[in-house]
């Protein structure tokens, strides 16, 4: 997935920094940003894990940084 990402990512000709977003932090944003707005349970099924840890592990709060991709 992560190498589809990057290829799409390339070719859609947005000029990221030198540090351009991750698939898996994109993700990760879509579930906190989702957890404020529905609830854990919401971005649980949203993220498609079995698992409430698993979810827990994605929802952290990056040390109470926000970082919004606009």
């Known amino acids: 997935m992560t190498k589809t990402f990057v290829k ?9 920094s030198n540090n351009p977003p991750t698939f898996h932090e994109i993700r990760s944003l879509a579930g906190r940003l989702y957890k404020n707005e529905h609830g854990e349970v919401f971005a649980q ?26």
Do not use: I, P, Q, W
Request: aromatic share 8%.
């Open 8 to 16: 799409a990512r390339k070719a859609s000709g947005v000029n990221f």
């Open 45 to 70: 099924k949203l993220l498609g894990h079995t698992s409430a840890n698993t979810t827990k592990l994605y929802l952290d709060e990056r040390d109470d940084k926000a970082y919004m991709m606009l």
